[in-house]
C-alpha cells in the first residue's frame, strides 16, 4: 500500500506552469490558487483516513481574489482555526455565503448540489433526511446565513472525524 505524500510546493509549480502552458491566458489559474486548495484540502485531512470522497475541482479563482479578496470574517466560527481566504470550492466555509464574507465576491454562488452529498455522507441518507437538515442546508430553505454556515461546518468537522477525506480532482488533488 502506497503512503500518502504531501505535495511539494517545487512540484506544484512546475505542475502548475506546464498546464498553464497548454492553456489560453484568460483560463490560467495561479499558482497562488492551488496552493490555497492545498492549504484547505491540508485542513480537512482526516487523522487516519477511512475513504476519501473525490470533489469537483475548484471553480477558477482569479488571482486578485485568491491574494488580497474577502475572506471568512474572524468573528465567525471562532472554533474554525483553518485557512480563511477566497477559493471557489466547498472546503473553503465562505464559498456560496457572501454575508459571511469581509466583502462580497460576484458570482459566488457556490456548490449546493454538493452540500447535499456531503451532508448524506457526513450523517448517512436517513439520518440526514429525517433530520429536516436536508432542506436546511441550502439558502433556499433557510434564510439564517449563520444558521446555514454553521451546518456547514458540522457536515465538514463530522466528516473529518468519520475518516472522510475531500479531495479535489485536479493536479494536487
Not at 15 to 27: H, M, N, R, T
Not at 88 to 111: A, I, K, M, R
Not at 159 to 171: A, F, P
Request: aromatic share 12%.
Amino acid at each position: 500500500m502506497q503512503e500518502y505524500k504531501p505535495t511539494s510546493v517545487d512540484l506544484l509549480e512546475v505542475a502548475q506552469w506546464s498546464i498553464s502552458c497548454l492553456l489560453p491566458v484568460e483560463d490560467r489559474e495561479c499558482c497562488a490558487a492551488a496552493k490555497l486548495a492545498i492549504e484547505y484540502a491540508n485542513y480537512w485531512r482526516p487523522v487516519k483516513t477511512q475513504g476519501i470522497l473525490l470533489c469537483e475541482s475548484h471553480k477558477f479563482t482569479p488571482e486578485e481574489v485568491v491574494l488580497g479578496g474577502p475572506q471568512l470574517r474572524p468573528n465567525l466560527l471562532p472554533q474554525y482555526d483553518g485557512p480563511r481566504g477566497s477559493l471557489f470550492h466547498v472546503s473553503n466555509l465562505y464559498y456560496g455565503l457572501n454575508e459571511c464574507g469581509t466583502s462580497s465576491l460576484p458570482h459566488n454562488q457556490g456548490s449546493i448540489q454538493f452540500w447535499k452529498l456531503l451532508g448524506t455522507s457526513a450523517y448517512g441518507y436517513k439520518e440526514f433526511k429525517q433530520s429536516g437538515n436536508y432542506k436546511k442546508i441550502l439558502k433556499s430553505g433557510n434564510k439564517c446565513w449563520a444558521s446555514i454556515l454553521e451546518m456547514w461546518y458540522a457536515i465538514l468537522v463530522r466528516l473529518k472525524d468519520r475518516g472522510i477525506w475531500l479531495v479535489d480532482t485536479n493536479i494536487y488533488g
